[in-house]
Each structure stands twice: as C-alpha cells, then as structure tokens.
C-alpha cells in the first residue's frame, strides 16, 4: 500500500502512541514495586519458615523471589530464570552439575530446531503468503464474518508449528490493512467508519485469542506447553508423546475455536454484511508477493522433515506396536529434539538464490538464525532445575499437602478444576512460560497429596498457561493486537473475561474426556 502524507481516516497513530505510553507507565510501576517486594519475600522465607528442613526452605525462598520477579517482570524473566538457578547452588540447594545439565535436556533442541524453522518462515515470507492465500479464497474477503474466521484459523494453524507472538505479529499488518481499505470505501460511499467498528474489533481479537488457542494443537505449538510437559513427565515419570499430545488436544482446540468465534460475533455483532475493498486488497498483497521461491520451497522441505520424524513415532507404533524393534529404535534415538535440529540443519544445507543476485546461498544464514529468542531457552532450563529440585527436596510434596488440606480438595475433578484456575489466574498477569513454571510444580503434587493421577492436572494446568483473554498485558498477542488502537480495552476485558470462563470450562471437560480415550 503506499504511503500517505497528512491525516489519514480512521488513523490509528495517535492512539497506538497513547497506549504504548499507558502500557510503558503500568510496566515501570509494576517492576519498581516487584524489584524490593522480591528479596524482602525471600528473606522472609529464608528467615522465617522454620518448620522446613534447610533445603526446601532455601528453595521456597527462591520459588517466593521468582514469583514476584516474574509476576512483576522486575528483570527480564530469562535473566531472572538464570540468577534463580545460580541462587540455588549458593544455597546448597543443588550442584552446579545438576543445575548446568537441565540446560542440555532433549527438549532444549526442540525449542532450537522449532524456532530456527520458524525464523526461515519469517524470513522468507512464507507464513504471509500462507495467510493470503487462505484469505484470497472465493467469499472469504467480501464477508465481514468469514474474514474474522478467516483470520482466526489461519492463526490457530499457523501458531499450531510458529510461536504466538510471531504468528500475530505477521498477520497483524495484514489485518489492519484490509480493515483500513474496507473503511476507506465504506466512508467514501457515505457508509460507516470501519476502523472504529464492532468488526475491526473482533478481527483483532480473533487474530490474538485464536493464535492463543491453536498453539496448544502440538507440544511444540508454544514454549510453556514444552516446559509444563517436561515438567509434568518429570514428576510423573510419563512420557507423552507428539502425536499423544495432538490427538487429545486437536479435538479440544477445535470445539474451543468454535466457541470463541461464537461468542466474538455475539459480543461484537459486524455492522455491515458486505466488504467492499477487501478482496482487492489480499489480491494487491499477494501481486506484490511474486513466485515462491526457492528460499520458500526449502522452509518446506524441512518443515515437512521435522513434523514427519516427530509423528513417526507414535503413528508406526499404533499401527505395528510400540514395543516391536522399529518404534523402540525410533523412539530412543529419533527424539523430538534431534528431529528438530536435524530439520533445521537441512535450512543451511540447501542452496537458495540471493535477494541480491549474487548466486546460491544457504536457505537460512547463521546471522539470521541467531537471532531466535534464546531467552525462552534460558527460561525453560531454569525452570526445569526449579521444578526437579522441589521433587527431590520433597517441598513439593510438602507444599502440595498443605494446600490441598487447607482448600479440601479431595478428587481429580476438584484438583484439575484448580489447576485450570490457578493457571488462568496467574496467566492474566505474567507470561504464559512463567505460568506454566509457577503452577505446574505447585499442582502436580496437589494431586500427588491427595492420592489421584497427576498427569490430567499437570497437562489442564500446563494448556491453562496459555490462556489469559482478558488484559493487554496477559499474553503478546494480545498486547500487539491492543497497540494496533482498533480494540478499546472494555472490549479487551468484557470478551477476554467471558471467553476465559467459557474455555477454561471446556478446556478443563476436554482434557478430562480426552486423556482416558488416549490411554494418558
């Protein structure tokens, strides 16, 4: 689209401007007060919690400083991750090699491969010219309806394999690019202002809430989902594999989706039944777009690699058994983490024509690949050590009892309820990898306490991270979606507020149906 000089209808500047200074101002706050909150409630356990044994009261410590650091974003979490595990040696909690070797773990290399794949998707434009072409079917453009789906699939597909943040952040401008066409010639024509609707609205919000949503089809579909599942394996001693995971989880993901595109249209009823100026839009983008290249066709290729090798598993061993010699050699050592980095791998071995013209050059340059979030790595590993040391210590267990005489929780309907609100909770006001790190450890021996099967509780608590609809400040997406100034904040929180209720009800029934038919 070009650029236009003076002001523009429907233009967003001005807003987008004031909500990043509230948003700055509301973040300053909240660190400045976690910054002290965070050490005083250290000492305080460390002090005071006299009924614990040395090694779970330093760690409880810990756990209490990493809350608040957390839950206020004093430092930036990774950094706090990091100084977390470092304490944990000082105090004796663990050795330098135990806490060192969470760092080395399989699910390390999955987040690797996964977000070196997903960097070759962003740098070669193939997730956008995936969005457009879905958006460019017949009767998708022109409907204000099947746009909002349109969006609201396309980013549960794509944040299914890309992270959330990502995949919002690419479909993003396309949004707003067709809801400033759409308005554009609906106010030439006399018509309303379409960048200030009930629609723009709920096109926004289905980009954020369903890229939210659609992570949770596979493991790999989201960092906390990786950490709340190897955190949920360690404690329980099961494995749960990549297509264990999309069987319980796609049908849940589907009914959700569903709901929440109801429940969108309800709250923000369209005021037009016809688009004028979409479809012209998605078909000037997709003009502007050219052939898919070579750089595209590769991202594929190793794409389809690395969902191959991690289904393979699971797919051959329903269909031959999983205890005969090709699943068990496949199982041990074609991991999810050595199928992630070996699919990766492909990217810088195969040839790709230069943007420049300047020959053949790697799929995916290491200047390029560097350039993945390493901080949610350095997360996860911390988290791994902080949720292991609490097992082994037996503070988890210790804490698990205490809580779960003091609420009265006493069956796995009760304890997955719980988790799924804990989760929720928490998720509204930190990260949804924080989340996953704070209420996994907590509730899986909630459960352990009460004598029924963890797992249920650790995967509804682990899914419920990811959830959190209601502020600008719960997850990325929806504070991307909230600066683009075409969602007024009581939309935000009357949708957010009714749609996590609603899916953390059926998130919760799913999971409880759905586990016992995958032989979780």
């Not at 021996?445 to 509804?460: E, F, N, R, S, T």
């Amino acid at each position: 689209m070009a650029v236009q000089s003076g002001p523009r209808a429907g233009s967003t500047e001005a807003p987008d401007a004031e909500r990043a200074a509230g948003s700055s101002r509301f973040d300053s706050v909240r660190a400045r007060i976690g910054l002290p909150v965070g050490p005083l409630g250290f000492l305080a356990v460390l002090l005071l919690a006299d009924g614990l044994v040395w090694p779970q009261r330093a760690l409880a410590a810990v756990f209490v400083l990493v809350m608040v650091w957390w839950v206020t974003e004093a430092l930036p979490l990774a950094v706090t991750a990091v100084f977390a595990v470092l304490l944990c040696v000082f105090l004796g909690v663990a050795d330098e090699e135990t806490v060192l070797g969470a760092f080395g773990t399989d699910t390390i290399f999955v987040f690797l491969g996964g977000f070196v794949i997903a960097r070759a998707m962003s740098v070669h434009g193939l997730d956008r010219r995936i969005a457009l072409r879905a958006l460019s079917v017949p009767g998708i453009a022109g409907s204000p309806v099947r746009t909002m789906i349109a969006f609201g699939v396309l980013a549960a597909v794509i944040s299914a394999f890309v992270s959330n943040t990502a995949t919002v952040a690419m479909l993003l401008p396309i949004g707003i690019g067709i809801v400033r066409s759409v308005s554009t010639v609906s106010t030439r024509e006399g018509g309303p202002d379409l960048s200030r609707s009930r629609w723009a609205t709920s096109v926004m919000l289905m980009i954020a809430y369903g890229a939210s949503i659609g992570g949770l089809i596979t493991p790999v579909g989201a960092p906390h989902q990786l950490i709340g599942r190897d955190l949920v394996e360690a404690q329980t001693g099961r494995t749960i594999g990549f297509v264990e995971w999309v069987t319980m989880f796609l049908p849940i993901v589907l009914v959700v989706f569903v709901v929440l595109a109801v429940l969108l249209l309800l709250l923000n009823r369209p005021e037009v039944t016809r688009l004028e100026g979409a479809a012209e839009f998605v078909a000037e983008q997709r003009a502007a777009l050219g052939g898919v290249t070579r750089g595209e066709k590769n991202t594929v290729v190793a794409f389809l690699v690395a969902v191959v090798l991690w289904t393979t598993p699971g797919v051959l061993g329903a269909v031959i058994g999983e205890d005969t010699a090709p699943v068990l050699w496949l199982t041990e050592h074609v991991t999810e983490g050595v199928a992630a980095v070996f699919a990766a791998t492909l990217l810088f071995l195969l040839p790709a024509r230069s943007a420049t013209g300047g020959g053949l050059v790697p799929t995916l340059t290491w200047a390029e690949a560097v350039k993945i979030d390493w901080g949610v790595i350095l997360l996860f590993g911390a988290g791994t050590v902080l949720g292991s040391m609490s097992s082994e210590t037996g503070l988890a267990r210790t804490f698990g009892d205490g809580i779960a005489s003091g609420l009265g929780v006493s069956s796995l309907v009760a304890v997955t309820v719980l988790a799924a609100v804990m989760a929720l909770l928490v998720s509204e006001t930190t990260s949804n990898t924080a989340s996953a790190g704070i209420v996994v450890p907590i509730v899986v021996p909630i459960a352990a306490a009460i004598g029924v099967d963890p797992l249920i509780p650790g995967l509804v608590a682990t899914a419920a991270a990811g959830y959190g609809f209601m502020l600008p400040v719960s997850t990325p997406p929806n504070a991307i979606v909230y600066g683009s100034g075409l969602v007024p904040l009581t939309k935000m929180i009357r949708s957010g507020v009714v749609f996590d209720v609603v899916g953390v009800a059926v998130l919760v029934v799913g999971v409880l149906l759905m586990a016992p038919l995958v032989g979780l």
